[in-house]
């Protein structure tokens, strides 16, 4: 089985810096990437942030709306991710999905996982 927890969101003010993490555990073989969407009430889940591990190296993607201000990282080594946000706005408020493309065995093709979210809350 694999698991993804994620863990950082609450209550944050306007302008805030709070991170998120994102463990991923169980039996895997490889991630191939991972990253963060989220989903705002009455609206469809959108992309956040990408990180792809190529060669040994990540690559991170941004959607527009975050991009400058949020930042994606990887610990490759515990397959953990992180999403540390800065000069957050209301309408950063969602909850935020962690999700890995990995595969459990030499022999398996890539899967999508999940983590449960995580609620990010902006306001004063």
């Known amino acids: 089985q694999v698991q993804l927890v994620e863990s950082g969101g609450g209550l944050v003010q306007p302008g805030g810096s709070p991170r998120l993490s994102c463990a991923a555990s169980?039996?895997?073989?490889?991630?191939?990437?991972m990253g963060w969407y989220r989903q705002a009430p009455g609206k469809e889940r959108e992309l956040v942030a990408t990180?792809?591990?190529?060669?040994?190296?990540?690559?991170?993607n941004y959607a527009v709306s975050v991009k400058g201000r949020f930042t994606i990282s990887r610990e490759n080594a515990n397959n953990t991710a992180y999403l540390q946000m800065n000069i957050l706005k209301p309408e950063d408020t969602a909850v935020y999905y962690c999700?890995?493309?990995?595969?459990?065995?030499?022999?398996?093709?890539?899967?999508?996982?999940w983590g449960r979210g995580t609620q990010v809350t902006v306001s004063s």
């Open positions: 169980g039996s895997i073989f490889s991630i191939r990437a």
């Open positions: 990180i792809t591990n190529i060669g040994g190296t990540n690559y991170a």
């Open positions: 999700y890995a493309d990995l595969r459990q065995f030499w022999y398996s093709q890539y899967q999508t996982y």
